[in-house]
């Protein structure tokens, strides 16, 4: 594993950092100054920086500090390094350690992409299902159009060379500033429900919607910067035709998403790799980023592609795989997703001071005010309506809506994107879009990202999860008979013949290993009650293997290290097992 993670870094830190010495103009002897001796410091300088990233996170959670979040301290490290590279080293790394859009997105954004989508609780997101759409489509476009429009009228007098451009560019500004970042999100909410399981309904609607916000806000930016290219009027026909863009582009990287996870788990339910768990990982993986680029090849969404996929894998594909395999796999994502995620706020850190700004400082800080007033008027309205088809005990009250309005954190998708339009020759105000990008991403996340944990317990918003209808006497909804049309039909197609029996046999695993324990004379723990799959839809034992091993030395018998081995390695899927199985 660690061999596979320093390929993992060593490929994406040397596709990011080797020097592009033939575009660069301005060095006279380009050949001695950025040479082959200059690529082992830029890699020494991201790695080190990578590592105090990591030592800042741990010492924020040693310490129990509050007002500084993970993401922040990671910006916050990238920014005095590149202040010592900007400053101390006489700029010489400058051009050469910086954030490379191309490099971002082809292989930086689909690990935590897929990361998200395979870690997202499934149970969570059914049972929030309609909020989330809700405000994940209709809101993220709603929150385009107000911001675009937005954009033009205080262009008129703080950027008129913004102002006098056609409306499609200000959409393109709209639809990246809509993107809210699921990475910024998490560090926060993960502070604040880390010991809550299961997960509060105000965190699964939060983290749902910013996962899948950043897919939609992808497909908005590329249609409208398609109109800007092609010098569209605004027309009815126009718009017509945008929202009919929107919904092939949407509909087609669903579906591209949806069939790579179903072939990935066909291809691991007829043949056999279960004695490979390496094998059955990497194909999983190779699927995966397969449905981003194959998205990508298309014109389609990537994110949205590889979002789907990911869930899908996680639905089906995880459930053909070894025990191994099944256990490995999450962390396995979660260590490429911190990796990229350390990688990228780092980064932005650093671009402070390895770009050329363009600030038009009225114009940035209206756009920051307006971030905060879209963001409210799209989460009252669409909430209040969707809580008018909840019953009581699932409403988002006041409390939660208002903590829902200043969370909207921007992150690495909108600075990605903001890139991208700076090197399209279509949007002349690129370069001012990357300094408003990085400007407001920095912005949300120091000040309501760092001070969150304050207003969630100044608000006083609900912690409680709202119980889960189930029984014969809960009322069949429209998304009840659609899942119980995809357990009835579509699973068995996709999953072992014999997945429907796996918790018998785990049961039977996990009475074999608690019988030997017992012989030891070691009481085995009481059932928590409480215990729900964790967002993977993994659920492990009560024993841990820490607590099994220290009962080991106590009792100074060392075969029980073997039963916590196993104990550890004995999974199940509750919530996708039909209700005939359960």
């Known amino acids: 594993k660690l061999q596979f993670l320093y390929f993992i870094v060593h490929i994406t830190n040397m596709a990011t950092l080797v020097p592009d010495v033939g575009n660069n103009t301005d060095a006279a002897a380009p050949a001695d100054e950025v040479g082959e001796h200059e690529v082992p410091t830029i890699l020494l300088i991201v790695c080190l920086m990578n590592i105090f990233s990591f030592m800042g996170n741990r010492l924020l959670q040693k310490y129990k500090i509050k007002w500084m979040s993970e993401s922040a301290m990671t910006i916050l490290i990238g920014l005095v390094v590149g202040s010592f590279l900007y400053f101390a080293v006489g700029g010489v790394y400058k051009d050469s350690v910086h954030f490379d859009q191309e490099t971002f997105t082809n292989y930086i954004l689909p690990p935590i992409i897929f990361e998200a989508g395979f870690s997202l609780h499934h149970q969570g997101v059914v049972d929030n299902l309609a909020v989330i759409l809700t405000l994940a489509i209709p809101g993220t ?18 950027y008129s060379e913004l102002y006098e451009r056609p409306i499609w560019e200000c959409m393109c500004l709209g639809a990246m500033l809509s993107a809210i970042d699921p990475i910024a999100v998490l560090s926060v909410l993960g502070k604040l429900f880390k010991d809550k399981n299961p997960k509060p309904q105000i965190y699964n609607v939060i983290f749902g919607e910013s996962v899948l916000n950043d897919a939609v806000a992808v497909v908005l930016y590329k249609v409208f910067l ?9 027309t009815v026909g126009t718009i ?120 038009k400082w009225s114009f940035t800080i209206l756009m920051l005010l307006m971030l905060f007033v879209t963001r409210a008027l799209t989460v009252f309205p669409l909430v209040s309506v969707t809580n008018c088809f909840q019953k009581k005990e699932k409403r988002l009250d006041l409390r939660s809506q208002l903590f829902m309005s200043l969370t909207g954190l921007r992150g690495a998708i909108a600075f990605g994107l903001a890139l991208s339009a700076d090197n399209n020759d ?26 969150s944990e304050y207003l969630f317990f100044w608000i006083g918003v609900p912690q409680d999860s709202p119980a889960p209808s189930s029984g014969s006497s809960a009322p069949k909804t429209t ?73 080991t030395e106590m009792a100074g018998t060392p075969t029980l290290d073997t039963a916590a081995v196993e104990v550890n390695e004995v999974v199940c899927d509750v919530n996708d097992v039909p209700e005939e199985s359960a």
Not at 141 to 158: D, E, R
Not at 226 to 234: M, S, T
Not at 275 to 296: D, H, K, M, Q, V
Request: glycine share 6%.
């Open 141 to 158: 476009i709603l929150t385009t159009l107000m911001l675009g429009f937005s954009a033009k009228l205080i262009a008129n007098g703080t």
């Open 226 to 234: 398609d109109f800007l290219e092609n010098d569209k009027d605004p």
């Open 240 to 359: 017509t035709l945008a929202i009919l863009v929107f919904c092939k582009i949407a509909l087609a990287s669903v579906l591209i998403g949806w069939a790579t996870a179903a072939l990935s788990s066909l291809l691991l339910k007829f043949i056999n790799f279960r004695n490979s768990p390496p094998t059955e990982i990497t194909i999983l993986l190779l699927f995966g980023f397969g449905s981003y680029y194959i998205a990508e090849a298309c014109s389609m969404s990537g994110i949205m592609a590889l979002f789907i996929c990911g869930r899908t894998s996680c639905h089906y594909t995880w459930h053909n795989m070894s025990t191994k395999s099944q256990v490995a796999t999450p962390e396995i994502l979660h260590v490429m997703a911190i990796i990229a995620e350390t990688y990228v706020y780092s980064f932005l850190g650093l671009a402070f001071w390895s770009f050329k700004h363009y600030w």
């Open 426 to 451: 279509a949007v002349e105000s690129g370069p001012v879009f990357v300094s408003v990008a990085l400007f407001l991403i920095v912005a949300t996340v120091f000040i309501f990202g760092n001070f």
């Open 479 to 551: 998304t009840k008979r659609l899942l119980g049309i995809e357990k009835r039909y579509i699973a068995p197609l996709l999953r072992h013949r014999d997945y429907k029996n796996h918790i018998e046999r785990r049961r039977e695993e996990i009475g074999k290993v608690l019988g030997d324990l017992e012989r030891f004379d070691i009481a085995a723990p009481a059932q928590n009650q409480n215990s729900q799959p964790s967002p993977t839809g993994v659920m492990s034992s009560e024993y841990s293997h820490s607590d099994v091993q220290q009962s």
